[in-house]
């Protein structure tokens, strides 16, 4: 379970989050309530970084989704009708 910091908090108990993230649990830092930034284990963000160049994101898997020309082309017996937008 991730852990939020006030930035405040976060600056004066720097070594707590970094440890905190080290052992794998991702630390938010909010500014004013907002979640800005969150720190992370460089092992998870190597980690991250390796799925995604590997084609783990959401982006890539909806990339490689058919479009309704490669349905058409498909030999599976049905037409799609024709859409006026």
């Known amino acids: 379970m991730q852990t939020q910091w006030s930035l405040q908090d976060a600056k004066n108990k720097f070594s707590q989050v970094v440890n905190a993230a080290q052992a794998g649990t991702p630390q938010v830092v909010t500014k004013r309530g907002v979640p800005v930034v969150v720190v992370l284990s460089a092992e998870s963000y190597d980690s991250m970084i390796q799925q995604e160049r590997l084609g783990g994101s959401f982006a890539s898997f909806l990339l490689s ?7 058409e082309k498909q030999s599976s017996g ?7 937008w």
């Open 78 to 84: 049905f037409q799609l009708r024709e859409v006026d």
């Open 65 to 71: 989704m058919p479009t309704c020309d490669d349905v």
